[in-house]
């Protein structure tokens, strides 16, 4: 018993302690820029729109740095892994910072995209430290609630801490010094706050299942982007998007015959994986890409188009704020909640929650009361998701696929979210005018929202009752 208490306060103040703060930078880079986007822009001499050119490089980066790090995370250790990407990031926040050139700036953009990998490499860096423990599926989602909320509590504070910066340093190198010393931080943290606690395994990296995913990846998320910038009447963007899903199917066959395969496919087959990671990706719909949409909607004039709230950035501040606030709630719920009810049941009404928050924005959107209150609803489903997705596909996954599980949901949500951006664009483009969109494609937009966590909600009661749940909770029930 007192080798399991201090075997819990180890993983809980040493380990999540460190990943505490990391997460919190990884929530600072995430909303950090997104205030100073339009003065980088006239910095770089580039219009607003060349900025989209940053998301789908990042994204790119994202879909593709994923699998390889957690697959070399669980070959050589995910501390050390965490380590490399940390530094990466750090040199490209640096080179962020002193671009002058909208070409160098993209590459540095792009490659900061690496983050993507810590909390994936988190998750398993948890459940793997929390060996031993009996409640060790409930201790990983605690601790994994508990990094959310600081990754969430960081991008309130990286949006916040960027208008600070904008006032008090005036050039624009400084301001964008600041995430960049935060991440030499998180390298300094990792470095000496989160031990080098594994096991080598044996086993290589997969190097052609590598290529064949990265390639699939790369041009489905390519292909997506592609539509949103070049529009849905050009073909060769559908051309790159048939060659990605083409490319899964001798991908597909490559693993099953592979001794040591990237991605186990028998495994993400199984009953508690593979609902998981269709929820990931439909989950993506929503948390990635329904941002742009919801601000849109709240700034547009309704005296001038008849809808909308007519806010100013500054007044749009607290519908963020709120939304980002009941997701960190939302994170740090899931796993109390998990204490009464079986895990399998709090995913479902989580996506349940998502679906009512986006569902109530067709018939109350008319102020900013009603589009607050449907916004925290949505935000406190979609905070016990992104908690508890990772740490689902961690306890389903065998102990040396546990990065690669948690990585996948992570590149599944981002395809979810490539799949909206793009069919949120079309939908909104439908009718607009020149300076908004139509109420009818915002309705799409949340319809499609809605429609999305409800057939999350229908695949996971697919998952086995217990599934996810600590060993205890199946003795209670055994006959």
């Not at 028998?266 to 329904?290: C, H, N, Y």
């Not at 799409?444 to 229908?458: P, S, Y």
């Amino acid at each position: 018993m007192a080798r399991g208490v201090r075997r819990r306060a180890a993983v809980g103040a040493g380990l999540v302690g460190a990943l505490v703060f990391v997460e919190f930078v990884s929530g600072v880079l995430q909303g950090y820029y997104t205030p100073l986007q339009t003065d980088i822009a006239r910095h770089l001499g580039v219009g607003d729109a060349d900025l989209n050119w940053l998301e789908a490089a990042q994204l790119l980066v994202s879909a593709l740095a994923v699998p390889a790090l957690s697959k070399l995370g669980d070959l050589w250790g995910h501390q050390r892994v965490l380590l490399w990407s940390s530094a990466v990031v750090a040199v490209a926040n640096w080179g962020i910072a002193f671009s002058s050139d909208f070409v160098v700036y993209l590459i540095f953009w792009a490659i900061q995209g690496v983050f993507t990998v810590w909390l994936p490499l988190e998750v398993a860096l948890i459940f793997l430290r929390s060996r031993g423990l009996a409640d060790r599926p409930s201790a990983t989602r605690r601790a994994t609630g508990v990094i959310v909320a600081a990754l969430q509590a960081g991008a309130i504070a990286g949006a916040l801490g960027a208008g600070l910066a904008a006032a008090l340093l005036e050039p624009l190198w400084a301001q964008l010094a600041v995430p960049a010393a935060l991440s030499v931080l998180v390298v300094a943290v990792i470095h000496w706050g989160v031990e080098a606690e594994h096991e080598r395994r044996g086993g290589v990296l997969d190097g052609p299942g590598l290529l064949l995913v990265s390639a699939a990846l790369l041009c489905v998320v390519g292909g997506l982007s592609l539509v949103r910038m070049v529009g849905i009447a050009s073909w060769w963007p559908w051309v790159v998007l048939a060659a990605g899903l083409v490319l899964l199917v001798p991908f597909i066959r490559f693993e099953l015959r592979a001794p040591d395969p990237l991605i186990d496919v028998r495994v993400m087959t199984k009953p508690a994986m593979w609902p998981v990671q269709a929820t990931a990706m439909l989950f993506g719909v929503s948390i990635l890409g329904a941002q742009i949409p919801l601000t849109t909607f709240a700034r547009t004039d309704p005296a001038e188009h008849g809808f909308g709230l007519g806010l100013t950035a500054s007044q749009l501040s607290p519908i963020i704020g709120g939304y980002v606030l009941s997701m960190l709630i939302g994170a740090l719920l899931f796993a109390r909640v998990t204490a009464v009810l079986t895990p399998r049941l709090c995913l479902i009404v989580a996506a349940v929650v998502v679906a009512i928050g986006y569902g109530g924005l067709v018939p109350f959107h008319d102020s900013v009361l009603q589009l607050l209150a449907c916004m925290v609803v949505a935000g406190l489903g979609s905070g016990a998701l992104v908690a508890a997705l990772p740490a689902a596909a961690a306890s389903a996954a065998p102990e040396n696929r546990t990065g690669v599980a948690t990585g996948l949901t992570n590149s599944a949500k981002t395809i979810g979210g490539s799949v909206a951006s793009c069919v949120f664009g079309v939908a909104l483009a439908a009718g607009a005018t020149e300076t908004a969109a139509s109420l009818r494609g915002y309705y799409t937009v949340w319809l499609i929202c809605a429609g999305t966590a409800v057939m999350a909600a229908v695949l996971l009661t697919f998952v086995p009752r217990l599934a996810f749940a600590d060993p205890a909770r199946f003795e209670e029930v055994a006959p």
